[in-house]
């Protein structure tokens, strides 16, 4: 199980921002290759919406936004509060994502899928750089993350 090296509650600006300052300073993101995009984030069920941005080689801005601004990206990644802990959970159990709690595998078994767009190329980037995202995700081992 990897270091933990902060607290933080999800989903929040602060957790997001946690997961942002450990990818920022490993070198082992880099090695995805540059990634560029806006992503939202949603756990509609407790109404909590986010945007992040990917710009080259690190993440760049979070913020949190009302639910048209999370749908204003390239893509959302949407699930419920309970998926979402699921995962995280999981994650953290196992330093990283296991085969069934990858975003990949999330997608394809959800029905609707895990990442939506209102722009079929847009939604493009989901695929094209999911293993940026997906360390992005797998590095919040490292945060003894709270659930509310």
């Avoid at 986010?50 to 749908?71: N, Q």
């Avoid at 998926?83 to 990283?96: H, L, V």
Wanted: aromatic fraction near 14%; hydrophobic fraction near 35%.
């Amino acid at each position: 199980m990897a270091e933990v090296t902060t607290k933080a509650t999800f989903p929040s600006v602060d957790w997001f921002n946690a997961v942002k300052e450990i990818v920022n300073q490993d070198d082992g993101y880099k090695h995805h290759g540059t990634c560029d995009a806006s992503v939202g984030i949603k756990v509609p069920d407790v109404q909590k919406y986010y945007v992040l941005t990917f710009e080259a080689f690190e993440v760049g801005d979070i913020k949190e936004v009302a639910e048209r601004e999370a749908e204003d990206t390239d893509f959302w990644i949407e699930q419920t509060y309970a998926k979402w802990k699921e995962m995280i959970e999981n994650i953290r159990a196992n330093g990283q994502a296991d085969l069934h709690h990858t975003l990949n595998t999330l997608d394809i078994e959800d029905p609707d899928g895990l990442a939506r767009s209102h722009d079929g190329y847009r939604r493009d980037l989901f695929y094209r750089f999911n293993q940026s995202f997906q360390h992005f995700f797998d590095v919040s081992a490292q945060i003894d993350t709270e659930f509310v």
